[in-house]
């Protein structure tokens, strides 16, 4: 992973103490609110329903095993004992105080991590896939991509006050893990007829109020030019883009106003007059630079015969290891190792409810333990509020299962509808319409089965407390929006949505249901897709295909009669 320089290390400890003199006069009454809101959502701070939150960035989401222990220790000192993950891949301080965010800035800079850019009008976090490097499928590893976009990105005086946010998503598969569609700009690794390396470019995705899935706007970008372009259409958006209507001010809007080829005209005259062949062209060395962050540890070499029949023995004796082998390990490009996704979706612990994307001091201080001793010393945020090792032995499996199990971290319902991506709602968030976590728990005791779980297959539900959709719930197959009616919570169920390659909006049910019934209602849908899906010996028609097949009217007649 990349690590910082003498300049890097240098210019996040003079924002921090900057950051620290804003604070101090903004508490004296000497910097006024209106000032002090743009100054504090640069540094990752949102004022939230009962206390400030302050989003920790984690690029790509790449996390070192000593980045965790700090986070844990930030936590148990300035915060309740926790941290939320997110879709971006960043974690969550939901209860810091004003006048510390300072100083938990300060200890996050000894570990080269920081809060810049994660909120505000600005570039964001940019995302890839959780197997980027791993995988087999990979035509090349996105992370060198992502990091140069993170270099260019980070303070760029242009970029620093766009019309609205902006978040760039990256992948090198074919199969799309990381919800590309939905962002602002969605890049693609390809070859072309030569074989050599580029990027399919899309804009203007994204959910919110006016949920729009992005349009391509060049088939084959060769990689040298992939900073001169991101610029080319970063100046399109900052002097086209609206800023008197911040709900129409993302560039999925201004895509949509103009159309996409339209958009790309505009885009490809900037490129060509002022930044194409110029200063941003990346070289060779720039490239070698970047992917030298990323190098694969030492792999150990395996007998594999001989490794893959004593991994058959154990999950052959224990039932529980081979569902959760089945649901939360993935193939790797080196033989004898497995990707492991750590579930962040416990569900009910000792009759609790643990919200999803949530990880406790203790388990974050373990966590780190584990990846020194089973994944390189590393970890990977997820854009489903999950973490990965992503290089586990084989044969290290079920003692790494049996680990996370006395930690409820093993939790076997990865792609299962309890794997949910759940938005924090109400219980903290000030633009919050409704509650989410009570939601959940309701779901979590109805569907408690994991034999009925796993009979339904692979189904993304998605939960969001406000139409800006922080846990994408257009794009679930099933998706929850919590509103608001006359101070009373409803939710507005949606079907068929889908972030990866086959992007779509989902389509809404009806009518809103009360709290109290938004687990009987799921049962309604799930029976009707029960019902009516189609099989054979080698295939079960997945619940997305079932919505495309035959509509949402037959589930609009269960539920609603």
């Known amino acids: 992973m990349y690590q910082y320089n003498y300049a890097d290390q240098t210019l996040v400890e003079e924002r921090v103490a900057q950051f620290r003199d804003q604070t101090e006069r903004f508490l004296a009454g000497e910097l006024p609110e209106e000032q002090f809101l743009p100054l504090r959502l640069q ?79 600005c570039i964001r976090n940019t995302t890839t896939d959780p197997y980027a490097g791993i995988h087999q499928e990979e035509i090349a590893d ?17 970029f620093a006050f766009l019309p609205r946010k902006f978040k760039i998503a990256v992948v090198g598969t074919a199969n799309d893990r990381a919800a590309t569609q939905v962002h602002d700009v969605g890049l693609h690794v390809k070859t072309n007829d030569e074989g050599e390396l580029g990027f399919e470019v899309l804009v203007g995705g994204g959910l919110g109020r006016t949920p729009v899935i992005g349009k391509v706007i060049n088939e084959f970008l060769p990689r ?39 958009f790309a005209k505009l885009v490809d005259a900037e490129w ?18 970047a ?12 007998d594999a015969l001989q490794t893959q029949s004593e991994l058959q023995q154990q999950l052959n004796a224990d039932k529980d290891f081979a569902n959760w082998y089945n649901q939360n390990t993935v193939a790797h490009k080196i033989a004898g ?10 569900g009910l612990v000792d009759g609790r409810y643990v919200p999803s994307g949530d990880v406790s001091e203790s388990q974050m201080d373990a966590l780190a333990d584990l990846a020194d001793k089973y994944s390189f010393g590393e970890l990977r945020g997820t854009y489903q509020q999950n973490l990965v090792f992503a290089d586990v032995q084989a044969n290290h499996l079920y003692e790494l299962w049996q680990q ?31 509650t989410t976590h009570n939601i959940a728990e309701q779901i979590e005791k109805q569907f408690d089965d994991l034999d009925y779980l796993y009979d ?7 939960m969001s407390g406000c139409m800006n959709a922080c846990a994408h719930h257009h794009t679930g197959d099933i998706g929850i929006l919590g509103v608001d009616k006359k101070g009373e919570h409803w939710y507005q169920i949606s079907l068929g949505g889908n972030s990866s390659n086959d992007a779509k909006i989902g389509k809404i049910l009806g009518k809103a249901v009360p709290a109290d019934d938004v687990a009987v209602t799921l049962q309604k849908i799930l029976d009707v897709y029960l019902e009516q899906r189609v099989s054979n010996d080698n295939d079960v028609e997945r619940f997305g295909d079932l919505v495309d097949r035959v509509g949402i009217a037959p589930f609009k007649e269960k539920v609603y009669g």
Request: with cysteine; net charge positive; hydrophobic share 40%.
């Open 43 to 121: 540094n990752g701070l949102y004022i939230q329903r009962y206390a400030p939150m302050l989003r920790i960035a984690i690029p790509y989401g790449l996390l070192a095993s000593y980045q965790l222990r700090k986070l844990a220790e930030i936590t148990r000192k300035y915060d309740k004992g926790y941290g939320h993950f997110t879709t971006r891949t960043n974690i969550q301080l939901n209860w810091p105080k004003l006048e510390e965010v300072p100083d938990i800035l300060a200890e996050l800079a000894t570990v080269q991590m920081h809060a810049i850019q994660t909120s505000g009008n």
């Open 456 to 462: 339904l297959g692979e189904i993304r539900l998605n």
């Open 291 to 302: 992917s030298s962050f990323f190098t694969e540890p030492d792999y150990v070499a395996f």
């Open 224 to 262: 040298q030019h992939l900073l001169s372009y991101l610029d080319a259409i970063l100046r399109v958006y900052n002097l086209h883009g609206r800023r008197d209507n911040k709900y129409k001010a993302r560039i999925k809007i201004l895509v949509e106003s103009m159309g996409g080829p339209a």
């Open 337 to 346: 190792y497995r990707a492991v996704v750590i579930s962040l979706k416990a």
């Open 404 to 434: 996370l199990s006395d930690l409820h971290l093993a939790r076997a319902n990865i792609n299962t509808l309890t794997d949910m991506i759940v938005c924090p709602g109400w219980d903290y968030c000030s633009l919050a319409n409704a």
């Open 142 to 158: 996105p992370r060198p991509y992502c990091e140069i976009i993170r270099q260019w990105s980070t303070f760029h005086p242009e």
């Open 272 to 289: 060509q007059a002022h930044t194409k062949d110029g200063a941003l062209t990346l070289t060779d060395a720039n490239f070698a630079t």
